[in-house]
Structures are given as C-alpha cells and as structure tokens.
C-alpha cells in the first residue's frame, strides 16, 4: 500500500495492489501497468506517479485520448488511516495535479 499526494502534500489516494482507492476507501480507480498509469473508473487516463508518491497528470500525455474501458469495481479497501501532509513540491512544468482530486 503507498500513500499518494497532489503536489501540495495533500493526501489524495491510495493505491493497494493495482488499485486505487480514496482517503475513505472507495476503489476510485485502476492501474494500467503496461503504460505505468492510473485511469478513473471509466477507463480514462487519471494520472502517474512521480517524484514517488505524488499523483499527478501529464498535461501533454498521448494517453488522456485512450479509453481502457471500465474495469469493475473492486470494493473498499477500508481506510489506511491519515499520513498527514507530504509537504509542498515544486511541480513538474509537464504536470499539473489531478483534476479529479484538486482541492
């Protein structure tokens, strides 16, 4: 299980085997592994990580046109309880944080 942040610090997800789940436990998405990216639960490209535990979205990624389809809901995965903040980054050019998730 890791931990995911936006570029701010802020706790945004967290990503146990595959999946990735809300601060709460909702399954909010998956990973595609071939591609090293994470897409929503309709199949459309969400975002990466970097820097190790930021989630963020590659603003000129050729994969925000793909649709993976929707690849089933996988429950809840409970809550890991609050990391608190990461602390702030200076974010990428080529990224911006998640619109999904951005506070």
Known sequence: MNFLFD???RHLAN???GQLHAPTGENIGHFVEADGIYVDMLGQYLGEVVLENRLL?????PLRFTNYGE?????NAGNFGDPGEAG???IPSEYEDVAA???
């Open 88 to 90: 702030t980054i200076g």
């Open 101 to 103: 998730f951005s506070q």
């Open 71 to 75: 690849l089933g809901d996988f429950g």
């Open 57 to 61: 979205s590659k603003k000129t990624s």
């Open 15 to 17: 990503a146990v085997d």
């Open 7 to 9: 570029s701010q610090g």
